[in-house]
């Protein structure tokens, strides 16, 4: 087989779960087979932690589009080119890109007489209607981590078949992700012996997270067993202002609250998400919505059950009562009472966790998403 040079686009640096998505694939597509290039804006905790998987970097400053892009216009601008340039200069084979470089990518590949692939990771508002043309002409494959986000994009009435877009789900290093990870830097740091249950949440600072969720189901746990303590993983990796604001919101709600002051700690962003996964006994993922949710299968990989909401891509990822479980969204009741299910239940923890490496296992390894994207590159070829 030909060794194809593959380049990735990102307007993204920082490590969030679409990033983390990216890494895992450059990690696993077979060295022997592709040369991995990546361009972001700047540099930052993806490029970074790209290099360290042996992709080579190339930092061209632009500012990424926003969803109400007019493709002609932005497809002109002057990155199109010294994309375009870059990719003559590596002899590219294939374009894979994020959302908010797309234009940039297809006119690049456009010039070179290349594919390109959009994966479309947390989309759930449609395509804008001058943008239609863009998206079913100009962009030669586009993919989607779930059948959520896939419907969600195309909307009510989509505007090109559903079978044009496919469905290849993430996965990841099951070997990275393995239930001896030890979790005792976590529990030192908030200053628990191995057995006082604890129940975690990872994810950046984002309304559509959840952290007010948790927050509400914490206090409603400690109801029943007190005995329990919270811990959140996380931050505003992306600098966002609207994300700082709601943090800070969480923040002060989470201080000023007697009960949460004493029961809940923010660790903030943690090196090693590993280790705060090992360290839990119970995983609660209260997203309002997940495209995907990495947590969902870096968790189940470690064989520690979910409690996640029933909606977009952990409904797709998660069999309720088998490998975890799944309520309502915006329920911090239902939440707390599987938690507590959980909390009170160790052979069921096991059996739960047990099942959820075997799915992973089974259906959603970095190796197996890795293969499939390959084969779909070599198909395009």
């Known amino acids: 087989m030909t060794k194809r040079?593959?380049?990735?686009?990102?307007?993204?640096?920082?490590?969030?779960g679409g990033e983390s998505v990216q890494l895992n694939l450059m990690g696993a597509l077979d060295p022997t087979q592709f040369s991995l290039h990546l361009v972001c804006p700047r540099d930052g905790q993806l490029p970074e932690a790209a290099r360290a998987h042996g992709v080579t970097v190339?930092?061209?400053?632009y500012r990424g589009i926003n969803t109400w892009f007019?493709?002609?216009?932005w497809m002109r601008f002057p990155i199109s080119r010294r994309v375009a340039d870059l990719v003559r200069r590596l002899k590219i084979d294939a374009i894979?890109?994020?959302?908010?470089s797309l234009p940039f990518a297809a006119a690049a590949a456009q010039a070179n007489q290349i594919p390109v692939i959009w994966n479309a990771m947390g989309w759930w508002f449609p395509a804008k209607p001058w943008q239609r043309h863009f998206f079913r002409q100009q962009v030669t494959q586009i993919i989607a981590i779930t059948r959520a986000v896939r419907d969600r994009w195309l909307g009510d009435q989509p505007f090109m078949p559903p079978e044009q877009i496919k469905v290849i789900v993430p996965g990841v290093d099951p070997d990275h992700f393995h239930p001896s990870v030890d979790g005792s830097p976590v529990r030192d740091k908030l200053g628990i012996g191995p057995d006082v249950p604890l129940v975690a949440m990872i994810g950046r600072f984002q309304h559509v997270k959840g952290h007010d969720l948790f927050q509400a189901m914490a206090k409603r746990?400690?109801?029943r067993r007190?005995?329990?303590?919270?811990?959140?993983?996380?931050?505003?990796v992306f600098g966002v202002t609207k994300d700082e604001t709601y943090k800070q919101a969480v923040l002060t709600a989470a201080q000023t609250d007697p009960v949460l002051h004493s029961i809940l700690t923010h660790l903030g962003f943690w090196e090693d998400a590993r280790e705060v996964i090992a360290a839990a006994d119970v995983i609660v993922c209260p997203s309002r919505f997940e495209s995907l949710g990495m947590v969902h299968l870096e968790s189940m990989a470690m064989t520690r059950p979910v409690v996640s909401m029933d909606n977009g891509g952990p409904a797709e990822t998660v069999v309720d009562g088998e490998t975890g479980y799944l309520v309502r969204p915006e329920d911090p009741d239902a939440l707390a009472d599987r938690v507590v299910r959980l909390l009170d239940d160790p052979a069921l923890r096991l059996r739960l966790g047990t099942a959820g490496r075997a799915r992973v296992m089974?259906?959603?390894?970095?190796?197996?998403?890795a293969a499939q994207f390959a084969q779909l590159v070599e198909n395009l070829l």
Do not use: K, Q, W
Not at 58 to 61: E, F, S, T, V
């Open 96 to 100: 894979h890109s994020d959302y908010h």
């Open 226 to 236: 007190p005995d329990a303590r919270f811990a959140v993983s996380g931050e505003n």
């Open 5 to 16: 040079n593959l380049l990735f686009i990102s307007a993204y640096t920082g490590l969030g």
């Open 58 to 61: 190339h930092i061209l400053p």
């Open 221 to 223: 746990v400690h109801a």
């Open 362 to 369: 089974a259906n959603y390894t970095a190796a197996g998403y």
């Open 70 to 73: 007019v493709p002609a216009i």
